[in-house]
C-alpha cells in the first residue's frame, strides 16, 4: 500500500492529494529519514564541543601578534571611513522619504479635496 493510502489522505476531485493530505505525507516521509541512533547523536555532541576549541585558538593567533598592528589599524581606519558614508548615505535617503512622504500627504489632501468637490457638483447638479 502507498504512504498516501497509509496515510489516510483525501483525494481531491481530479484523484490529487489535498493539501492537508500533502502535509501528512511529506511528515511521514520526513519521520522515516530521522536517524535516532546513540553514534548520531553522540557525533553531534563531539563536533559542538570541538567547535569553540578552534576559535579560540584563533584569538590567541591574534593576541600574540601574528598580524602587524599597522595593517589592523588601517583596516580598522578603512572600515570605518566606510562606515562614515554608509551613514551619509542612509542619512541622504532619509530625507528623500521625508520628501516623498510630504508629497504624498499634500497629494492626498488635493484628492480630498476634489472628491469633496465633486460631490457638492453632483448634490447641486440633482436640484
Given at each position: 500500500m502507498s504512504l498516501a493510502a497509509n496515510a489516510g489522505t483525501v483525494v481531491g476531485l481530479r484523484g490529487s492529494l489535498t493539501p492537508?493530505?500533502?502535509?501528512?505525507?511529506?511528515?511521514?516521509?520526513?519521520?522515516?529519514?530521522?536517524?535516532?541512533?546513540?553514534?548520531?547523536?553522540?557525533?553531534?555532541?563531539?563536533?559542538?564541543?570541538?567547535?569553540?576549541?578552534?576559535v579560540n585558538d584563533c584569538a590567541t593567533d591574534a593576541r600574540n601578534g601574528a598580524s602587524d598592528g599597522g595593517e589592523g589599524l588601517a583596516a580598522l581606519q578603512h572600515v570605518s571611513e566606510l562606515l562614515g558614508d554608509c551613514r551619509a548615505?542612509?542619512?541622504?535617503?532619509?530625507?528623500?522619504?521625508?520628501?516623498?512622504?510630504?508629497?504624498?500627504?499634500?497629494?492626498?489632501?488635493?484628492?480630498?479635496?476634489?472628491?469633496?468637490?465633486?460631490e457638492e457638483q453632483m448634490l447641486d447638479g440633482c436640484f
Open positions: 492537508t493530505g500533502r502535509r501528512v505525507v511529506k511528515r511521514k516521509m520526513d519521520d522515516s529519514g530521522n536517524e535516532s541512533s546513540r553514534n548520531g547523536r553522540y557525533a553531534t555532541r563531539t563536533t559542538a564541543k570541538a567547535t569553540p576549541a578552534k548615505e542612509f542619512a541622504g535617503f532619509k530625507q528623500m522619504i521625508r520628501g516623498q512622504s510630504e508629497l504624498i500627504h499634500t497629494q492626498q489632501e488635493t484628492i480630498q479635496d476634489l472628491k469633496e468637490s465633486a
